[in-house]
């Protein structure tokens, strides 16, 4: 079975979106097709956020389906170019800025909140200034928390609104099998939706698959020998605290972005989705590999006791490396390995200690964890120790302006890895050396959050229309 369309677009995530939401804006004639291997978004049911355990859905509903894993993330589009990829690279700081300004009036236009933390505020100042002291880089980056359930209800009116456009279809449940290539020319890409293969038939083609499509990417690059490069690897924890040790932060900045070289190896290492009154969650990537994650809600009644951020370490590994997505998957299978499948917590006490930390010791735990299906166990068994002693290091600097962070009774889960693909080789409109074919958001290896991968979006979609 063959169908056509002007335009298919792999992966129904923040980058393929936007494809979408700036080509129908500029052109109600373009037929447009959003394939994704996950469900509508309304049918994103997670077993452990409603039961309190993991099924290992053969779809993970957290990662795949309409609007990717930001249907259930915190929500928060950092409104700096600064934060949340590389676009930089491919466009002035002027125009990426640009770009993000017009993002966001779309979110807005679909239900955003208006409140923008850490925009002229002198009290970011000041917690800059105060973190130089201690070799601590504070990246101020205006953020607008849409919280976990208001960033589930814009991105499904955004579905809502292009489902019901005549031009844009989007197909669930629909997994791209191979991109098909004629004389160096896309022509559409064969896929599986609902159990029946076909073809389907296009001029473009935008390939957008988000985190969880970064390992079939990297597949089809190497069939079509398009030019890749390795990526940085992120690999570390989630941290919890009670918010009374972030909160003199978290209430000016929201999210305290915050970067340390690690004393004994000069490791970079970031914390990441800063999630006040939040709570930590697990996601499972192909159905087997379980990793930790975080959100937030925005509605005051629903917020927890604690905040939780990610604390990873950042690694850009040389020749002959090129395999970043099977090294981040070995370490998050190493720590499943150890807990029958789940997530894994410790006490930074314990692990100081050298020790495991068991169900006793987390019950004396003055923090008590929002995850309660965590796996109590022990994280020097699973990162390796370079890792390990730089997360150490971040965390007793980062005390400095955070007093009680390096605590005993802190916990850290784990773990916490980022799977992004090695880096597509684009120009700067994403296009790939296959004509009319592009690679775009975290999947490709250029973004790393919501809004950069849609100012991607909109870069393809302008792309398209001027080359009609």
Not at 346 to 371: A, H, V
Not at 451 to 460: K, L
Request: one cysteine or more; charged letters at 25%.
């Amino acid at each position: 079975m063959q169908v056509n369309y002007d335009v298919l677009i792999i992966g129904a995530g923040p980058a393929g979106i936007f494809t979408a939401l700036e080509l129908n804006k500029h052109d109600k004639n373009l037929k447009i097709l959003i394939i994704d291997k996950g469900r509508t978004i309304e049918k994103r049911v997670c077993p452990e956020r409603t039961q309190g355990y993991c099924s290992k859905c053969s779809i993970c509903a957290i990662t795949s389906g309409w609007s990717g894993a930001g249907a259930y993330s915190d929500g928060k589009l950092s409104l700096s170019p600064e934060v949340g990829g590389r676009i930089t690279d491919y466009m002035s700081p002027e125009e990426a800025q640009e770009l993000i300004n017009y993002a966001d009036q779309y979110y807005l236009k679909f239900g955003a909140q208006d409140v923008v933390y850490g925009l002229n505020n002198q009290r970011v100042e000041d917690i800059a200034y105060e973190a130089s002291k201690y070799n601590i880089q504070l990246i101020a980056c205006p953020v607008r928390h849409l919280g976990t359930e208001h960033a589930y209800t814009v991105l499904k009116a955004m579905h809502d609104f292009l489902v019901n456009e005549p031009n844009v279809e989007f197909w669930e449940l629909t997994k791209a099998e191979d991109l098909l290539v004629q004389n160096g020319k896309i022509t559409g890409a064969t896929v599986v939706s609902k159990g029946k293969q076909m073809v389907v038939n296009a001029k473009y083609v935008v390939v957008a698959p988000g985190r969880g499509g970064a390992e079939w990417l990297k597949d089809q690059t190497d069939k079509l020998n398009i030019t890749t490069e390795n990526n940085e690897v992120d690999i570390g924890v989630r941290v919890e605290v009670p918010n009374s040790i972030m909160d003199h932060l978290t209430r000016d900045l929201y999210e305290a972005k915050l970067v340390y070289y690690s004393d004994s190896f000069d490791n970079k290492v970031r914390s990441f989705c800063m999630n006040p009154g939040g709570v930590v969650s697990g996601e499972h990537y192909d159905g087997d590999v379980a990793v930790v994650n975080g959100h937030s809600y925005a509605d005051p009644k629903l917020k927890t006791q604690n905040t939780n951020f990610a604390l990873l370490v950042s690694t850009r590994f040389t020749e002959p490396f090129n395999q970043p997505i099977e090294y981040g998957k070995y370490i998050a299978r190493l720590a499943n390995m150890l807990t029958g499948g789940g997530i894994m917590v410790q006490r930074l006490g314990d692990l100081l200690k050298g020790r495991r930390t068991d169900y006793d010791r987390l019950k004396k735990s003055t923090t008590i964890p929002t995850l309660k299906s965590a796996i109590p166990g022990d994280l020097s068994y699973v990162l390796p120790a370079r890792y390990l002693t730089s997360i150490t290091e971040t965390l007793k600097a980062f005390d400095k302006i955070a007093p009680g962070l390096y605590s005993r009774n802190t916990l850290l889960y784990g773990v916490e890895v980022k799977f992004y693909s090695s880096k597509v080789k684009v120009d700067n409109h994403f296009r790939t050396q296959i004509e009319n074919l592009y690679t775009i958001g975290d999947g490709a290896g250029i973004t790393r959050g919501l809004m950069q991968a849609s100012v991607t979006g909109i870069v393809v979609a302008r792309d398209i229309l001027n080359k009609k």
